[in-house]
C-alpha cells in the first residue's frame, strides 16, 4: 500500500510538472506551492470554476451537471476545493461532510468514486 | 507567473485526463471523517437557512476543523448544502470583532472601549431617550438567525422593561405573509405537516420558490423523490426559470404577479369540474370574504366564474396556456397528496397574504391537508424565524407563544409570567419595520438596538431609510460578529457577539421544529453571548432608570453561567411559562429533552414523554396531536383549534386577482424581481469571507432574457444600468432564458454601492402583515459598457 502510493504520488508530481510545462507567451507557468491548480490571475479566481471548465473539459462539466449533484448543486468547490487548496482527486473526508453512514456501510479498502464514477456518481458495473 | 485563460483551459483539459489515468491519492484513515480520533464531534443546527439541517461539528484542540451532516436527524438525513458545508469557516476568521467599538458621532472613528464602558453608554442612552422622549422612542430590531432566548429575553426588557412594544425583526422582511396567511386560512401560525410529506406526496406544487438554492436540502428531499417516482409530478410556478424547474413536469412561466388569477384559476376548474372534496368542506369549513364577512359556497362559486383558464391565461402573459392550467389544476386536486411550496415569491409582496391565502384555498377546496403526503408548507428564510421570531414574541404585535399584544387578558397572562405589575406592557403594538424605520427618518427613534441584522443593506428602497439610519438624531448599537453595512453607516456603538457553536441556544426551522446547539468552543476573547449582553445592560438600565420592575425582568437569571445555565434558565421560562396551554406548547421540550434528540421536536409536545418521540408530526389530528385531543370541539378526527379562528374551522377566503404596486410602464418597461443563490447568506458578512462561497458568485448579476438582451445589445459580461424611481445599480449582466422576457433578475447579497439591488426595490408593503413588496418593482435597464474586471466588496 506505501509503495503504491509513493508511485502514484511520483506519478502525479510527474503529470502535474508535464501539464503546466507549456510556455505561453508569458513564459513557462508553475504551479503553486499550495495547489494543484495552474496559475491563473487574482481575476480569474474570482470565477466560478465550471466558467472555465464547461469549455476545458465539457465533458465532465456535462456529467456533473447531469448527475445528483448537478441538479443537487454540489458545486466543484465541495470535492475539490478552491485555488489555494484545489485537489485533483478529492478524499473520503470530502463525501463524508454529506456521506458518513454510506462510506461506513461500503468497503474500506476502497475509494469511493471506484464504484461511484466520479461526475455521474452512478454505481458502476464492476 | 500567470497565464492566459485561453491556455489555462487547454492545460485543465490535460490535467483533469491526468486524473482519469490514474493518478491518485490513496484511501488513507486521516481522510475518514468519522474516524479522525482527536476531533470531538458536537451536534447542533446549521447557522443558515430555514431548513434546520443537523450537523455536527468537529473540534479539534479547541478549533474546529470540519463539519458533518448528522445522518439519524429527519430534516437532512445527513446531507448538507453548499453554504452549509462551508459556513464554520467563519469561526477563526480575522475580521472577528472581538472588542467593543463607540464613536460619539457617525461621523467619527470607532475607538474600543471596555464592555463596562460599553454597556454604561448603551444604557444611559436608552435611559436618556425614555426619561425625555417617551418609551416608544426606543426600538429593538432583530433577526430570524437569533436564538430564541435572545430574541425572547430582548423582546422581555424592551416590553417588560422599558414598556414599549417597538421590537420588531428581519422577518418582518420574509414571513409575515406566510403567518397572515397561516392565521386567516388555518386559524393557527405555522405549518400543519412538515417535510415528512414529501416522502408521501404524489404531487408537488412549488411557487414563487426556487428551492434548488435558497432550501437545497429539502429540494433535495423533492429531487429524490421525483427521481425515485417518474410518476409524482412536480409543477414549478415562478415567472423565472430556475434551477428549482430542471425536475418540473410542468413549469408555469406569468408575468410577476399575475399568480393571484392563476390560483383562482385553478380554484375555477376545481370547482367546475367538481374535484373539491365535499364532506371535507361540509365538515370543516367557512368561507369568508373581505374582513371576515360569512358567505355561502354559492357565493364563492359565483366569484370564481370570472377565472377561467383563458381569461386567467391572458392576464398572465402568454407563457401559459388555459390547457395547462386546467391539467395543474387537476393533478393538484386528484393526487393521492399534493404538497405546495412557497417562499419569498409569494411573501414579499403587497398582496402576499392573499396569495398565501389562495394557495391554502387548493388544499381546503380538495381535502389535500392533515393526510400523509399533502400539506400547505410556506418554506421559512432563516433559520429561526419561526422559533425565535414567531413563537418567541420578535414582532411589534406578538407577544410570546402566539399571544396578540392588543388582547389584555393575553398580556396580563405575560405580565404574570414574569412577575412584573399588571398593566405594564403597552396595549398598543409598536411600529412594524417599515414604519419603525420611517419613525427613524422622522427623528421619532432616539435609540436603537439593531441585533444580527443589516438593514442598511436589506431594507427596500434602502436609500430613503439610510438617510435616517446614518444620522446622529437615533443612537444605534448593533451585536455582531462582523462588521456590515449597518455597523459602517449607522452603529454608534457595536458589541462583538459569540457565533454559533460559542454559545447555547435553540432554532426552531419551518416545520415547528425547535432544535439546540450546545456550546462546543469558546467565542474569541473578548466577544460575548447576546444572553450576557442583554443583561448586564438590564441591570444597567434599572440603576439609571431607578425602575424595580426591570431589575424583576432580569432577576430570575442574575449569577448565571452565560454559555449554558443562563440560556437554559431563558428557555424554561419561556417554554414552561409562556407556551403552556399555547397551540405551540413546548414544554415537553426541555434543554433535557432537546440534548437527546437527534432532530428536536415539533410541537405542540405538552410533555417530556411526548417530546421524546420527536413531538408532533400534523398538527390538527387526533391521535397524532395531542392538544386535538385536550382542545377539540367533538368526536371529529380533526380539531382546529387555533387562537385565530373561534368557530374552529379552516377558512376558505374570496380574494381577486389584484396588480402589484408598480407595474411597468413606457419609462420603466421592465418588471425587477430579486432573490438568494446558493453560495450567499443574506448580505454576505459571513458567506462573503469564506473564498469557496466567494468565488463561486462574487458580485451580484443582473440576470436578462436573451431576446431582450438582443434588443438592448447586451451580451453576457456587459455591464448594465438597473435603474428604477428610486435608485440605480450597475452590475454585470448574465443573458439567459431565466426570467420571463420584459423582466430582469438581480441577486441581492453584493455589498458594493454600485451593486446593492435593494436601493432599486420598492418599499410598498402588504396592508396586512406589512411584509414589503421586493419582489416585484419597474426599472429600465441600458448597457453601459462591455464586461469589466470587478472586485468583491465586503465592508
Not at chain 2, 468552543?521 to 426591570?550: C, S, T, Y
Request: charged content about 25%; glycine content about 8%.
Amino acid at each position: 500500500m506505501k509503495k503504491l502510493f509513493g508511485f502514484n504520488l511520483l506519478l502525479a508530481v510527474f503529470f502535474l510538472s508535464w501539464v503546466c510545462a507549456g510556455a505561453g507567451d508569458s513564459g513557462s507557468v508553475g504551479v503553486s506551492a499550495t495547489s494543484a491548480h495552474p496559475e491563473i490571475t487574482e481575476q480569474e479566481k474570482l470565477l466560478p470554476c465550471f466558467e472555465c471548465h464547461k469549455e476545458a473539459t465539457p465533458e465532465i462539466y456535462n456529467e456533473w451537471f447531469d448527475s445528483l449533484h448537478g441538479i443537487g448543486m454540489v458545486k466543484c468547490y465541495q470535492c475539490h476545493g478552491t485555488y489555494e487548496n484545489m485537489k485533483i482527486e478529492p478524499e473520503a473526508s470530502d463525501c463524508m461532510v454529506c456521506h458518513v453512514d454510506q462510506i461506513k456501510k461500503c468497503p474500506q479498502d476502497k475509494k469511493c468514486w471506484s464504484c461511484h464514477t466520479a461526475h455521474t456518481f452512478k454505481r458502476n458495473a464492476k | 507567473m500567470t497565464q492566459s485563460r485561453r491556455e489555462f483551459l487547454k492545460r485543465t483539459a490535460a490535467l483533469s485526463a491526468a486524473a482519469y489515468v490514474g493518478v491518485t491519492l490513496p484511501f488513507d484513515e486521516k481522510g475518514l471523517v468519522y474516524a479522525a480520533s482527536e476531533t470531538v464531534w458536537h451536534r447542533g443546527s446549521c447557522r443558515l437557512c430555514g431548513v434546520g439541517c443537523r450537523v455536527e461539528l468537529g473540534v479539534k484542540n479547541g478549533t474546529p476543523v470540519a463539519l458533518r451532516g448528522v445522518p439519524e436527524s429527519r430534516t437532512n438525513f445527513g446531507y448538507v448544502c453548499m453554504k452549509g458545508m462551508h459556513f464554520w469557516k467563519v469561526m477563526n476568521h480575522a475580521d472577528r470583532l472581538t472588542t467593543p467599538l463607540y464613536r460619539a458621532s457617525k461621523k467619527d472613528k470607532f475607538k474600543p472601549i471596555s464592555w463596562d464602558e460599553a454597556l454604561d453608554i448603551a444604557a444611559d442612552k436608552f435611559a436618556t431617550a425614555v426619561k425625555e422622549h417617551g418609551n416608544d422612542s426606543v426600538a429593538y430590531y432583530g433577526s430570524g438567525q437569533a436564538l430564541t432566548e435572545e430574541t425572547y429575553f430582548f423582546q422581555k426588557m424592551f416590553r417588560g422593561g422599558l414598556q414599549t412594544n417597538n421590537v420588531e425583526g428581519n422577518p418582518r422582511l420574509c414571513m409575515a405573509s406566510a403567518v397572515g396567511g397561516y392565521l386567516t386560512s388555518f386559524g393557527a401560525d405555522e405549518p400543519i405537516g412538515g417535510y415528512a410529506d414529501i416522502e408521501k406526496a404524489d404531487c408537488i406544487f412549488i411557487i414563487g420558490s426556487n428551492m434548488a438554492e435558497a432550501h437545497p436540502v429539502v429540494f433535495r428531499r423533492v429531487m429524490r423523490r421525483k427521481l425515485d417516482n417518474p410518476d409524482v409530478t412536480v409543477i414549478n410556478a415562478d415567472p423565472r426559470i430556475s434551477l428549482t424547474s430542471r425536475i418540473a413536469d410542468i413549469h408555469l412561466q406569468f408575468h410577476p404577479g399575475t399568480d393571484l388569477a392563476l390560483l383562482n384559476a385553478m380554484a375555477h376548474v376545481i370547482v367546475k369540474e367538481k374535484l373539491y372534496d365535499e364532506a371535507f368542506l361540509k365538515d370543516y369549513v367557512a368561507i369568508k370574504k373581505g374582513k371576515a364577512v360569512s358567505i355561502d359556497f354559492a357565493e364563492y362559486e359565483q366569484f370564481l366564474e370570472k377565472y377561467t383558464p383563458e381569461y386567467a391565461a391572458k392576464i398572465m402573459g402568454g407563457k401559459v396556456t388555459p390547457d395547462q392550467i386546467r391539467e395543474v389544476a387537476r393533478r393538484f386536486a386528484t393526487s393521492k397528496g399534493t404538497l405546495s411550496f412557497w417562499t419569498m415569491g409569494l411573501n414579499q409582496r403587497k398582496q402576499g397574504v392573499w396569495a398565501n391565502n389562495l394557495v391554502h384555498n387548493l388544499h381546503i377546496l380538495t381535502g389535500q391537508l392533515l393526510k400523509e403526503g399533502a400539506d400547505s408548507l410556506s418554506l421559512t428564510g432563516q433559520p429561526n424565524a419561526c422559533g425565535g421570531v414567531r413563537e418567541g414574541g420578535g414582532l411589534c404585535h406578538i407577544l410570546p407563544g402566539h399571544r396578540l399584544v392588543a388582547k389584555e387578558k393575553l398580556r396580563n397572562q405575560v405580565e404574570e409570567a414574569w412577575g412584573i405589575p399588571k398593566g405594564r406592557i403597552p396595549p398598543k403594538p409598536g411600529y412594524h419595520t417599515m414604519a419603525m424605520f420611517t419613525a427613524v427618518n422622522e427623528k421619532k427613534i432616539k435609540a436603537m438596538w439593531v441585533h444580527c441584522t443589516s438593514p442598511v443593506q436589506s431594507l427596500p428602497n434602502c436609500n430613503l431609510y439610510n438617510e435616517g439610519m446614518a444620522k446622529d438624531d437615533c443612537f444605534m448599537v448593533c451585536t455582531d460578529i462582523f462588521p456590515t453595512l449597518t455597523t459602517e453607516l449607522a452603529a454608534n456603538l457595536i458589541l462583538p457577539t459569540a457565533f454559533h457553536f460559542e454559545k447555547t441556544g435553540v432554532y426552531g426551522c419551518t416545520e415547528r421544529r425547535s432544535q439546540i446547539t450546545r456550546k462546543a468552543i469558546d467565542p474569541p476573547k473578548g466577544a460575548k453571548p447576546e444572553v450576557w449582553i442583554i443583561r448586564e445592560w438590564g441591570r444597567k438600565l434599572a440603576e439609571k432608570l431607578n425602575d424595580p420592575v426591570i431589575a424583576q425582568c432580569i432577576k430570575p437569571f442574575e449569577g448565571l453561567e452565560e454559555g449554558y445555565e443562563l440560556p437554559k434558565a431563558i428557555w424554561d421560562e419561556y417554554s414552561q411559562k409562556l407556551t403552556k396551554g399555547r397551540d405551540n406548547d413546548l414544554r415537553g421540550a426541555s434543554y433535557e429533552v432537546l440534548e437527546q434528540m437527534y432532530d428536536g421536536v415539533q410541537w405542540p409536545a405538552p410533555t417530556e414523554a411526548f417530546a421524546l418521540t420527536g413531538g408532533t408530526v400534523k398538527k390538527f389530528v387526533r391521535g397524532m396531536d395531542p392538544m386535538a385531543d385536550s382542545h377539540g370541539k367533538d368526536d371529529k378526527p380533526y380539531q382546529f383549534y387555533g387562537p385565530a379562528h373561534p368557530d374552529q374551522k379552516l377558512w376558505l377566503w374570496q380574494r381577486p386577482q389584484a396588480d402589484p404596486e408598480e407595474i411597468p410602464d413606457a419609462e420603466y418597461p421592465f418588471y425587477l424581481s430579486t432573490g438568494r443563490i446558493i453560495d450567499h447568506w443574506h448580505t454576505m458578512s459571513m458567506t462573503g469571507r469564506v473564498k469557496e462561497l466567494l468565488r463561486a458568485n462574487p458580485y451580484s448579476y443582473i440576470e436578462v432574457n436573451p431576446a431582450d438582451a438582443k434588443r438592448m445589445g447586451i451580451k453576457p459580461g456587459d455591464m448594465v444600468e438597473i435603474t428604477s424611481r428610486r435608485g440605480t445599480n450597475i452590475m454585470p449582466a448574465k443573458v439567459y432564458e431565466g426570467p420571463i422576457e420584459g423582466m430582469v433578475f438581480a441577486y441581492w447579497h453584493d455589498q458594493h454601492p454600485d451593486r446593492m439591488i435593494n436601493k432599486v426595490t420598492k418599499d410598498a408593503y402588504d396592508p396586512g402583515s406589512k411584509e414589503p413588496e421586493f419582489k416585484i418593482c419597474a426599472c429600465r435597464i441600458k448597457r453601459v459598457s462591455g464586461p469589466k474586471a470587478l472586485k468583491p466588496y465586503i465592508v
